[in-house]
Nanobody, 119 residues
């Protein structure tokens, strides 16, 4: 079993910045992909951004130019730098990881961290 622990959420004013972290219990270079999702009340969970094992990134149109995904394999941690935050970015943010092979093969989610952007 892979454990994913998010941190860094909080309350911020519109235009502000936050950095989320997702720390894994295993070497993240074993994961075929990791990503950040968000879910606002009454809405479906949506993909915000993802990064493959080779470092290919993908962003939702709504966050392009404002959010940046990165990772530090030495710390087994993935980050989400969020700049110029808007009230519509308010949501629970969740990281996920796909383990393609081995005893831990499967898809995993973190417990989530809340981001609230005030106008």
């Amino acid at each position: 079993q892979v454990q994913l622990v998010e941190s860094g959420g909080g309350l911020v004013q519109a235009g502000g910045s936050l950095t989320l972290s997702c720390t894994a219990s295993e070497n993240i270079l074993r994961f075929s992909a990791m990503g950040w999702y968000r879910q606002a009340p009454g809405k479906q969970r949506e993909l915000v951004t993802s990064i493959t094992a080779r470092g290919t990134t993908n962003y939702a149109d709504s966050v392009k130019g404002r959010f940046t995904i990165s990772r530090d394999s030495a710390k087994n941690t993935m980050y989400l730098q969020m700049n110029n935050l808007k009230p519509e970015d308010t949501a629970g943010y969740y990281c996920d990881a796909e383990v393609p092979w081995g005893p831990s093969r499967g898809h995993y989610w973190g417990q989530g961290t809340q981001v609230t952007v005030s106008s």
